[in-house]
């Protein structure tokens, strides 16, 4: 089965995936379960899959040069039992898996550009909770804020907003005299920057470990990428090498103000090698 990538199909930069789809096979259903258990290695092969761990978060931390985020990564902390932690004002030990749960959805919710009335619908509350929840965020994340309204006061004056590596994306929505249509290009502002930085980092290492692999006569290579994972197949007796190669090329790929994390393993199948 080989898919087919498409390199300019979505506006951010990321890498999308046709016949057939294989980013958007479920990872933690039953089913999505047994559908990867079917993605199998060659003989005396084993399956690498090499997945960022919360990069899109990692690069908002480093663009918007926020102190709270920043100390967050460098420490290793869980991101959103920090955030619960702040915004329902208890301890972290006290962050109980609805308060985690509700906080996730407000991380990448900001990713996003998303309102009250959106993230209300959907966490369930009411748009008054919801903006309290937005507010608190943003009053323990002050340059998060700072970075954002700056994006826009830039996207909206030069009509584009940019990469990590100065890729660009032009939204001539934002002059639209139709409401709608100016409020997504402002999330596409907000999202563009930071979703498809992750877009440069993941590509970039994609090239660097094709080299590397391909340069010290190794018999590994890369198979598929599915958004912020790459999957690798490798004879048995690489598997440690090639680990090690791909995990050091992924977090080193390019130097960030906070560490990038990535979470490795292996087996026979590709549900395995989560």
């Known amino acids: 089965m080989h898919t087919s990538y498409n390199q300019t199909v979505a ?17 933690r259903t039953l089913e999505g379960k047994r559908i990867r258990q079917a993605f199998i290695a060659a003989p005396d092969c084993v399956l690498i899959s090499a997945d960022y761990s919360q990069i899109e978060l990692r690069v908002l931390a480093h663009l918007s040069e926020d102190a709270t985020l920043l100390e967050a990564f460098a420490t290793d902390e869980d991101i959103h039992t920090r955030t619960a932690s702040d915004i329902f004002g208890v301890f972290p030990e006290m962050v109980n898996p609805d308060m985690r749960r509700q906080a996730k959805v407000i991380n990448f919710g900001v990713l996003y550009g998303m309102s009250a009335f959106g993230l209300a619908k959907e966490l369930g509350i009411s748009q008054k909770t919801a903006q309290a929840y937005i507010d608190g965020y943003f009053a323990r994340y002050k340059k998060v804020r700072d970075y954002l309204d700056g994006i826009l006061e830039g996207a909206r004056r030069d009509g584009f907003v940019c990469t990590i590596l100065n890729r660009r994306r032009y939204l001539p929505e934002l002059q639209s005299r139709i409401p709608s249509v100016r409020q ?39 198979i598929m990428q599915v958004h912020d994972e790459l999957v690798v197949e490798a004879p048995v007796e690489e598997k440690e090498d090639v680990m090690a190669l791909v995990k050091k090329e992924m977090e080193g790929v390019i130097k960030l103000k906070v560490p990038l994390k990535v979470e490795i393993a292996a087996g026979s199948n590709w549900d395995e090698a989560h």
Not at 198 to 204: E, F, G, H, M, T
């Open 11 to 27: 506006a951010t930069g990321r890498l999308s995936s046709s016949n057939p789809n294989l980013q958007n096979i479920p990872i």
């Open 184 to 222: 997504f290009a402002e999330r596409m502002a907000i999202n563009a920057p930071i979703q498809g930085s992750a877009a440069d980092l993941i590509k970039v290492a994609m090239v660097n470990i094709d080299r590397l692999l391909t340069g010290k006569n190794l018999s590994a290579r890369l």
